[in-house]
């Protein structure tokens, strides 16, 4: 189900704040549900290599912990720098029975 409907989703949810480079011009918070989903939501936005390392870094090392996830992956995020100042993201939650939570976020200025 996520494979069918993710890009719509995201679409409907914040594509009109995608520039013309598309989805990787955004840094990328995506619930680390397991590895599949983040298989799935690489391979249908065609993500370039990277762009989840934060939630595959999460996974590997604290697994699913529900929720609280997406807070470990934003921390990993901004550890690694690869949250620009004043640059657009998404903060992708996909959970039980298949339901999609987006929300654009926007790093403040330092």
Same mark, same amino acid.
């Given at each position: 189900?996520?494979? *069918?409907?993710? /890009?719509?989703? $995201? %679409?409907?949810?914040? @594509? +009109?704040?995608? &520039? ?11 619930h680390p549900g397991g590895?599949?989903?983040? *298989?799935?939501? /690489?391979?249908? $936005? %065609?993500?370039?290599? @990277? +762009?989840?390392? &934060? ?56």
């Amino acid at each position: 189900m996520v494979r *069918d409907n993710i /890009e719509q989703c $995201l %679409a409907e949810g914040v @594509g +009109k704040h995608v &520039a013309h480079g598309g989805w990787n011009d955004l840094f990328w918070a995506v619930h680390p549900g397991g590895r599949k989903i983040l *298989d799935v939501v /690489e391979d249908r $936005l %065609a993500l370039a290599p @990277g +762009k989840l390392d &934060a939630s595959r870094h999460v996974l590997s090392e604290y697994g699913n912990m529900s929720g609280a996830s997406i807070i470990f992956v934003l921390d990993e995020l901004r550890r690694r720098g690869d949250m620009p100042s004043g640059g657009l993201g998404v903060m992708l939650g996909i959970g039980p029975g298949i339901s999609i939570e987006t929300m654009l976020l926007r790093v403040a200025a330092a």
